[in-house]
């Protein structure tokens, strides 16, 4: 069995709503770009659950915030880090979602706008050693759904995850490339 | 006329990757549709994740290299 899929039915199975985020989510709108880890968006109600069953996959936490949960894999299964985030956020984000295929399951992923918001929110963390990825993701999500950056709720998106100079570094970055 | 040069599978990794610093993954600028065009399709592309994911995994100092990358402030939405 492919490696993502025992992960994706051990969650429905025990009923726990999720979204693939990170690279993952990046390549499935389209952008091909490379990962080493799964990364899942979980609301705080679904968290005991989810990790109840990830244990039973032999999943062990590595390390543990209030905002992810970083979990060290089982032989052959992919490592996983779940973002948490409250309920209301995760049913906002649910609630635009694409559904796709991945390693023959069903799955969803946040739409365009809502995963650059998520990456924007990244760069934003001083703490990373880089952001270049998130960066690069941005644009290419941007290139993805031909919007324009004059698109208001563009607009107020990247103003309210990327902070004041998030626009100015995302025109720099389409016009290099 | 000739035929057109074959096009790049996942078989040649090196359109994809440069396996010096695993943890360090390239992303190309091309949009997937030009990928498409060559033959890589979102499922072979996950599939050829799930070989890097292996590759990496053994590595003693992954898990805290994973850690770097993690972002300590909670989303709201």
Known sequence: MPIFASVFLALNEAGVPFLVIGGHAVVLHGHLRNTFDLDLLIADSALATARSALNNLGYRTYFETDAFLQLQAPENLPPIDLMIVDDQTFDRIEATANQKMLDGQQIRIPDAIRLIALKLHATRDTARRTTETDWQDIVSLLMVTNRSLEDPELRFIIAQYGGPRALAEINRRIRNS | ?77
């Open chain 2, 1 to 77: 006329m000739e035929d057109p040069e074959p096009l790049p599978r996942l078989t040649d990794v090196s359109v994809i990757r440069d396996n010096s610093d695993p943890l360090s993954l390239p992303t190309p600028r091309e949009p997937l549709r030009e990928w498409t065009e060559q033959g890589i399709t979102p499922s072979v592309m996950i599939a050829e994740m799930e070989t890097m994911m292996r590759a990496v995994q053994s590595q003693p100092d992954f898990e805290a290299r994973r850690l770097e990358r993690k972002t300590a402030a909670k989303f709201r939405y």
